[in-house]
């Protein structure tokens, strides 16, 4: 007698599992969803329009975008085969073709040339077993993982044909891009690429995606602040239209190659998104107009020369005519503060200069080798900065340091990070 142990329970159904006559291997890849993919797909639900997109060029590694997140797609593989199965439905088969291959299938009586997922087909019920028909055999899975959005592409691309007005546009040598052809190559969502494209104060010109030169901009910000002070008006309550009919007598004939629609696009970009304004009235951002100039400045040196920072504050306040106090927060991200001995030892003199994250290789080993050749030792609030575009969340942010960073806490209770690496 046989040990019940061994028996199927008495309830149990049997199911007849089979390959297809039409059995392709490779006909098919299995997509691992994470948490934040599937609260997207369920969000959705059946009435909205799922959107999924593999970007970027061939020698890129693939992503996988969705209209506001960016995954990795990495093919991972299993150390078991995996054999995806689904349903037969279908009539009885008369064919009695006693294929070898094929006698479990005629045995159980289901037609194997039935589309697995033809759910109008009539269910046999002539035989005891549940029917599984094979789609493929697989050692691999793709995996997919939430990332950064890869946007340093766009710089490069758009920072070759920047617009600093139609009397210079003959000069444009690089290639224009539409949304479309941005959307082909930048292996970012929608929602992550024009962000970037917003806070660079890009401008859609005949079609095409441009950044203005920043010393354009800067000229066409400096109208705009001037302007105000003869107008006494508040650049929190900016009345758009005389101010560009001001500018536009202060410049007859367009001598200056600013155009009115140049100044309302300004002031659009460099508005405070939080504050709500009656239509018509702009409601300037201090933060968005005091990194701005500040960087401007920072970038008319020529590479590693910097600025004494007392003259440079003066000459950041002066651009900005006196509607905002400058705050070197503003520059998180764009510059080094250095401190040197004066030539009678008795004080220490303070500069400044521009070193931007967006020059910095995305790699995050070769970037912490950048950082640490400009300087041996950061602050935990200057460094944090040049590394944020890497991460998703602070809590990464920390594991990044403790992995590429050497932290010393100091009497003060301040975290000072150094280089792993002894020279």
């Known amino acids: 007698m046989a040990n019940p142990s061994t028996q199927p329970p008495s309830n149990a159904k049997t199911t007849g599992i089979i390959f297809p006559r039409n059995f392709v291997q490779s006909s098919y890849v299995l997509l691992e969803v994470p948490k934040c993919l599937e609260s997207y797909i369920d969000r959705i639900g059946e009435d909205g329009e799922l959107s999924f997109q593999v970007r970027g060029t061939e020698k890129d590694t693939a992503v996988l975008c969705t209209p506001t997140q960016t995954f990795n797609l990495q093919r991972a593989h299993t150390s078991n085969m995996l054999l995806p199965v689904a349903p037969v439905i279908g009539q009885r088969s008369h064919d009695m073709d006693m294929d070898a291959d094929l006698d479990m299938a005629m045995d159980s009586g289901f037609d194997t040339d039935a589309d697995p997922y033809d759910i109008h087909g009539p ?5 005891p077993y549940e029917k599984q028909a094979i789609l493929d055999m697989l050692d691999s899975v793709l995996d997919l993982s939430l990332i950064p959005p890869r946007l340093e592409r766009l710089s490069e691309l758009l920072g070759r044909s920047q617009f600093e007005g139609w009397n210079q546009e003959s000069q444009v040598k690089g290639h224009l891009y539409t949304w479309n052809q941005l959307q082909s190559v ?4 929608d929602k992550e ?11 859609l010109i005949k079609g095409h995606w441009r950044l203005f030169k920043r010393r354009f901009m800067y000229d066409i910000l400096q109208d705009i602040l001037m302007t105000l002070n003869v107008l006494e008006m508040s650049a929190n309550a900016v009345h758009g239209a005389t101010l560009c009919n001001m500018i536009e007598e202060e410049a007859p004939g367009r001598e200056s190659g600013i155009e009115t629609w140049m100044v309302e696009h300004c002031l659009k970009s460099f508005s405070d998104d939080e504050q709500s304004t009656e239509p018509g009235y702009y409601h300037l951002s201090d933060k968005k107009l005091c990194t701005f100039m500040g960087v401007h400045l920072l970038s008319t040196l020529e590479r590693g020369n910097r600025w004494k920072l007392e003259d440079f504050v003066y000459a950041w306040e002066k651009s900005l005519h006196g509607h905002y ?3 070197l927060a503003c520059l998180a991200g764009e510059c080094v503060v250095e401190a040197d001995r004066a ?3 008795n004080q220490t003199i303070r500069y400044i200069r521009y070193f931007s994250k967006s020059h910095l290789p995305i790699d995050p080993a070769t970037r912490f080798t950048a950082l640490f050749e400009i300087k041996n030792k950061w602050e935990a609030q200057e460094i944090r900065p040049f590394l944020r575009d890497l991460v998703l969340d602070d809590k990464k ?3 990044l340091l403790i992995k590429h960073a050497r932290s010393t806490k100091q009497p003060n209770g301040e975290v000072i990070y150094s280089s792993r690496i002894i020279k």
């Open 123 to 127: 269910q046999s019920d002539e035989s």
């Open 186 to 189: 930048i292996q970012a969502s």
């Open 343 to 345: 030539p009678d030892r």
């Open 325 to 327: 106090q400058t705050d």
């Open 397 to 399: 942010l920390d594991v």
């Open 193 to 203: 690429i024009l962000q970037w494209l917003k806070d660079r104060h890009a401008c």
